[in-house]
């Protein structure tokens, strides 16, 4: 059984900085995208950031420049350095990840994965 945990998310003040950690366990071969997604309260789900296996990144223009998304893959984990935080980055982050082919007995299967989410406010 593949699970993602989510950590690092918590009360941070306008300016200041947090990182969100979320790593995956089970029996898995292996992970082809993962991505941080947000969502406040009365808003969609959005993309915060994605990165590929390979390591290419995007990010949604309200973080560029203030949002690292990195991942190591030995570990089967993803994070978000999010600096210079604001009021309106508060929101729940959700880690997301996509094509995880794991072993379910002697067969491969291919599923995407999400987080139970991780809470993230930003006083002013």
């Known amino acids: 059984q593949v699970q993602l945990v989510e950590s690092g998310g918590g009360l941070v003040q306008a300016g200041g900085s947090l990182r969100l950690s979320c790593a995956a366990s089970g029996r898995i071969f292996s992970i082809n995208d993962m991505g941080w997604y947000r969502q406040a309260p009365g808003k969609q789900r959005s993309v915060v950031a994605l990165?590929?296996?390979?390591?290419?990144?995007n990010y949604a223009d309200s973080v560029k420049g203030r949002f690292t998304i990195s991942r190591d893959n030995a570990k089967k984990t993803v994070y978000l350095q999010m600096n210079s935080l604001e009021p309106e980055d508060t929101a729940v982050y959700y880690c997301?990840?996509?094509?995880?082919?794991?072993?379910?007995?002697?067969?491969?299967?291919?599923?995407?994965?999400w987080g139970q989410g991780t809470q993230v406010t930003v006083s002013s």
């Open positions: 990165i590929t296996s390979g390591g290419s990144t």
């Open positions: 997301n990840a996509e094509g995880v082919r794991y072993y379910s007995g002697r067969d491969i299967n291919t599923r995407d994965y």
